[in-house]
T-cell receptor
Framework: GAGVSQTPSNKVTEKGKYVELRCDPI?????LYWYRQSLGQGPEFLIY????????DSGLPNDRFFAVRPEGSVSTLKIQRTERGDSAVYLC???????????FGPGTRLLVL | SQKIEQNSEALNIQEGKTATLTCNYT??????LQWYRQDPGRGPVFLLL?????KEKRKERLKVTFDTTLKQSLFHITASQPADSATYLC????????????FGSGTRLSIRP
């Protein structure tokens, strides 16, 4: 079956611009996670959705970052006024109700110039 | 909060030998611990999960141990092959009240023919 997909695969933007990153989870998975991964580091938790609601957004670094999941399936991570330090790979993962094993997408590589 | 330590230095192993990777954690013992594999440019892929009441788990050439006294998990790949070359990430639940996970920085494994 189809896995987690993320678009775009790569995004280059200029400092100060707004970007949206999209995640399509595995069908039927109620839990969805966003992570950020810098080179040589493990994924860093950003936000977790259970259904449509953000159950835990404690990993979002500041109020420039926001994520939505309006229908409990596709999620969008939104970054306002991008900064060069936002450059990283943004990973999305989904899991079934037991929330233990997570299935990751290929990531979106964001480069802020 | 929980912290995870994985050997940041790359591990180079001769093909056919057993590779052993270490994951140490601080603070409380997690309810479970997971190992993921990550190839360059890809998202992590789940390999194995071991629960706090399990000492050892096996899957084909993979073996994971979990020592709650030492606060350590060992990940073994027997009869290693060049195709096993990747970064291996340890992950465990983020805090005692949540089922969301945090990741170590990973250990890069290289199997030479």
């Amino acid at each position: 079956g189809a896995g987690v997909s993320q678009t775009p695969s790569n995004k280059v933007t200029e400092k100060g611009k707004y970007v949206e990153l999209r995640c399509d989870p595995i069908s039927g998975h109620t839990a969805l996670y966003w992570y950020r991964q810098s080179l040589g580091q493990g994924p860093e938790f950003l936000i977790y959705f259970q259904g449509t609601g953000a159950a835990d957004d404690s990993g979002l670094p500041n109020d420039r970052f926001f994520a939505v999941r309006p229908e409990g399936s596709v999620s969008t991570l939104k970054i306002q006024r991008t900064e060069r330090g936002d450059s990283a790979v943004y990973l999305c993962a989904s899991s079934s109700h037991d929330q233990e094993t997570q299935y990751f997408g290929p990531g979106t590589r964001l480069l802020v110039l | 909060s929980q912290k995870i330590e994985q050997n940041s230095e790359a591990l180079n192993i001769q093909e056919g030998k057993t590779a052993t990777l270490t994951c140490n954690y601080t603070n409380y013992s997690p309810a479970y611990l997971q190992w993921y594999r990550q190839d360059p440019g890809r998202g992590p892929v789940f390999l194995l999960l071991i629960r706090e009441n399990e000492k050892e788990k096996r899957k084909e050439r993979l073996k994971v141990t979990f020592d709650t006294t030492l606060k350590q998990s060992l990940f073994h790949i027997t009869a290693s092959q060049p195709a096993d070359s990747a970064t291996y990430l340890c992950a465990l639940d983020r805090d005692s009240s949540a089922s969301k996970i945090i990741f170590g920085s990973g250990t890069r494994l290289s199997i030479r023919p």
